[in-house]
């Protein structure tokens, strides 16, 4: 990358911040690998938390709240609907998020898109219902979730690449899972949080103020998230290395033409994990909350014995990965979720002991193939569309294999059963073992052969 392409990324409050961590520039380049997988977990715990609050609160308290005015199942599929609109909205947000990383550096971008993740969901929580505002209410959740959605797309800074780029070639598959950490980490202290309110409040308090909380401490996990973020990618020496790697903005269209093979199929290739994403998160939740006479409360404290499995599978993938490709895992556990998806239906209509059977297997396989879902992406572009081709590869990831997936899988299960929930699932499995077949050059990117 020459100095007259990188010089756009380079501002007045970017060098002011570069200078508070000279003095560690030495340090943070003998342990490169490990400086960026602290900021990587951190950012993606802050997202996926932001992620959790709001879709659990869709299942609880927006029908309520937001939706009074018809029956819960079609309020439930309301709320996911205006769910699904960040995962639209987020390609925008990438589109125009690069543009102010081209003529304002990576640092501006981060910062804005941060406070717009943080602004919007802190507004989520002081947001009247129903009875206040009438149809607004809606309006206005629809508004704060699209600004949570192009805020996403914001917030891709390209550490989860770099980081995939900078491992050494042995140990690409423990790196590789580090980023998808946040997911199961944020899910344990958001459905914590929401358990502690169900359990000391009664359930009117709990919908007028008690709810409110958990997006309170989304916008102060942002912040504490940003300055993590930001004290890497200002700094000097990282900013070096984005360079070396390619990783900058490249031009939307030139790469769409460029890479739109390797994007597509690398939307699909994770789309089983993303499916199952869902399917042990946000769904099982509409599925009790709706269908059945059990706690809420009581299923919270399941979903926490199933994110903790979670963080267990995901450093496991680590180690399988590394020992056995990553391709080969991704395979293995697609086929794996192929079989739990003519199970899963069966386990979570069977009580107590099928939930967490559901709940803990779900996860286990969640954590084995969603570990390893972040590196098959980077290595897989050309140098020079890298940065731009990940991006755009995450955000179509996202809203095919799970932006619809609670509202399609409810929708489904309210018309033919719970069954056909599994039949969505199993779809999601089919897609990705296509796609691992249909690319070879994603098979050799996934086990670390790909040209640096």
Known sequence: MSAQAAAPNSTSLERDARALHRHGQGHAQANVPREIAIGVIIGRTSEFFDFFVYAIASVIVFPTLIFPFVDRLTGTLFSFAIFALAFVARPIGSLLFMW????????????????????????????????TVGHWAAVLLALFRIGQGVALGGAWDGLASLLSLNAPREK?????????????????????LFAFFLDALSQADFIEWGWRYPFFVAFAINVVALFARLRIVVTEEFERLFENKDLQPSPVIPTLQKEGRNIIIGAFAPLASFALFHMVTVFPLSWIALFTQESVRHFLGIEMIGASVGILAIVASGFIADQTGRRTLLAASAAAIALFSVAAPLLLSGGDLGEVGFMVIGFMLLGLSFGQSSGVVASNFSSHSRYTGSALTSDLAWMFGAG??????????????LASSGAYLFSGA?????????????????????PQ
């Not at 990576?106 to 129903?130: D, E, H, N, Q």
């Not at 690409?172 to 914590?192: D, E, F, K, N, T």
């Open 100 to 131: 102010i990383d081209r003529r304002h550096g990576r640092g501006v971008k981060l910062t804005i898109a941060l406070f717009l993740l943080g602004g919007s969901t802190a507004a989520i929580a002081f947001m009247p219902g129903y009875e």
């Open 172 to 192: 690409r598959g423990w790196y590789a899972m580090m980023p998808q950490l946040g997911a199961p980490i944020a899910l344990l202290v958001a459905s914590a």
């Open 404 to 417: 619809f997936a609670p509202l399609v899988a409810l929708l489904l299960t309210s018309r033919f059963g």
């Open 430 to 450: 089919a897609c990705t073992l296509i796609a691992l077949y249909a690319n070879k050059g994603l098979a050799s990117a996934a086990d670390g052969d790909a």
